[in-house]
């Protein structure tokens, strides 16, 4: 750690901690990668990463409590997509890391 940097609180300490843990289940991170190019419906994730609807719902809430992906609702339809650039460059960086 360099001097200038200060010691994360325990509060931040504790939510880095937690979003972490998010990302260290695979079929979290499958649905990531699945939405890192385009947004998707529930199906559309479920076929592309082979997993039932009801099991890829349920990550999908999970992902979205911890503001890693975001939906948006078109007539009866809800897509999802990343939330933002830093869920991009998370993922982005961690697959750069292990392919060194």
Same mark, same amino acid.
């Given at each position: ?25 695979? *079929? &979290?991170?499958?649905?990531? @990668? ?26 999908? &809430? ?9 939906? &948006? &609702?078109?007539?009866? *339809?809800?897509? @999802? ?6 869920? @991009? ?12």
């Amino acid at each position: 750690m360099t001097k200038n940097r200060e010691m994360m609180n325990e509060k931040e300490l504790t939510e880095l901690a937690e979003l972490f843990k998010v990302f260290g289940d695979s *079929s &979290r991170i499958k649905i990531l @990668y699945a939405l890192f190019e385009t947004e998707m419906g529930v199906g559309d994730i479920a076929d592309t990463i082979d997993m039932t609807i009801s099991a890829v719902s349920h990550q999908l &809430r999970i992902l979205k409590q911890n503001h890693l992906v975001k939906s &948006r &609702r078109d007539g009866k *339809s809800i897509f @999802y997509s990343l939330d933002d650039d830093h869920v @991009y460059k998370i993922l982005a960086m961690g697959k750069e890391h292990i392919e060194e």
